[in-house]
């Protein structure tokens, strides 16, 4: 079955940086759209980021940069100057749409991996 497993939450300090991973298996990773969402506590699920399968991408954030390895299956977010606001779960998500912004339109999950920025 396809499986999203997120890594490389923690904790870090206002300003510093974090690289998240995201290792998918049982699907033809290279053909996916992939995304990152986040979920502040009390907020809703939002969008983050997303890359194509050719390599296009789009972000909310330009602190933030999505990237992919098909090679290792794996997609990345690295995140730079993060504020106290960043913290939140993240969660990556495969689309076999072309692009694709809403949460209904995912059709695979990972569990998240949670980050805190402490100010």
């Known amino acids: 079955q396809v499986q999203l497993v997120e890594s490389g939450g923690g904790l870090v300090q206002a300003g510093g940086s974090l690289r998240l991973s995201c290792a998918a298996s049982?699907?033809?990773?290279?053909?996916?759209?992939m995304g990152w969402f986040r979920q502040a506590p009390g907020k809703e699920r939002e969008f983050v980021a997303l890359?194509?399968?050719?390599g296009g991408t789009d972000s909310v954030k330009g602190r933030f940069t999505i990237s992919r390895d098909n090679a290792k299956n794996t997609v990345y977010l690295q995140m730079n100057s993060l504020k106290a606001e960043d913290t939140a779960v993240y969660y990556c998500?495969?689309?076999?749409?072309?692009?694709?912004?809403?949460?209904?339109?995912?059709?695979?999950w990972g569990q998240g991996t949670q980050v805190t920025v402490s100010s």
């Open positions: 998500a495969a689309t076999s749409g072309a692009v694709r912004y809403k949460e209904a339109e995912y059709d695979y």
């Open positions: 049982g699907l033809t990773f290279s053909l996916y759209t």
């Open positions: 890359i194509n399968w050719s």
